[in-house]
């Protein structure tokens, strides 16, 4: 038998689905007004659902990077915020890994592993679990590096090109690291923890796209 919820956390939930309804109807409205004001200027002229589904994106993206940026400058850690930013992002493009199945997941999950950045800035991890977790997060991406989403296959130039240049973050994330500690402890988290939760995501990634064959409809086009 499943635990009965509390009746607290049923409306807390509604009222969060009700919100991210009213986001995601702004979010449409928007890519919509973008898309008609391109149109009616000659700038583009066919293939209008595209270029809607594409600034939708685009705008999402914004979101999740406008929230992030926001509990950096509450916490008062906007540099290293900025910084973790930079470094997740040009990891995630290259390294790959899994997708939530809704904007909504990916949102949470966006700003969750950000919160988890945030938490273990606080705790004394032992330097040598720190270490050893680096070298385990190394090989993954190094040995698996990209993991392609189903249904948005790779060809095998770009499959190549993108393990190329995971290898090599994996080495400039390395140098990164060894230089950032020795001068700035904060900045050496940062890089640490955006390539650990890189590997985390590839990792499940693997998994689900891969060992289980588990991704129909596994990619975030549903609001």
């Known amino acids: 038998m499943r635990p009965n919820i509390p009746k607290g956390l049923k ?12 986001v995601v109807t702004l979010i449409l409205h928007w890519a919509q007004a973008i898309t008609d004001y391109l149109n009616r200027n000659g700038i583009i002229q066919n293939d209008l659902e595209i270029y809607q589904f594409g600034f939708v994106l685009c705008i999402s993206t914004m979101m999740s990077f406008g929230q992030v940026i926001l509990v950096g400058i509450i916490c008062d850690i906007l540099p290293y915020t900025l910084c973790y930013l930079i ?21 949470c999950t966006y700003l969750m592993i950000f919160l988890i950045y945030m938490l273990l800035r606080y705790i004394d991890i032992n330097v040598w679990v720190a270490f050893m977790m680096y070298i385990i997060a190394s ?20 499959k190549k090109s993108f393990s190329k240049k995971s290898k090599l973050l ?3 994330f390395g140098i990164a690291l060894y230089l950032a500690h020795l001068f700035d402890k904060g900045l050496s988290y940062t890089v640490w923890y955006c390539l650990l939760a890189n590997a985390c995501l590839l990792t499940y990634g693997e998994v689900v796209y891969v060992q289980k064959n588990d991704f129909k409809n596994d990619h975030c086009i549903s609001l």
């Open 139 to 158: 090989f993954t991406i190094w040995i698996y590096a990209p993991v392609q989403h189903p249904l948005k296959p790779l060809t095998r130039i770009e």
């Open 87 to 107: 470094l997740f992002t040009v990891l995630r493009v290259h390294v790959g890994g899994y997708h939530c199945t809704t904007y909504l997941k990916c949102q």
């Open 11 to 22: 409306y807390c939930i509604k009222c969060i689905k009700w919100c991210w309804k009213e």
């Open 170 to 172: 994996v080495v400039v």
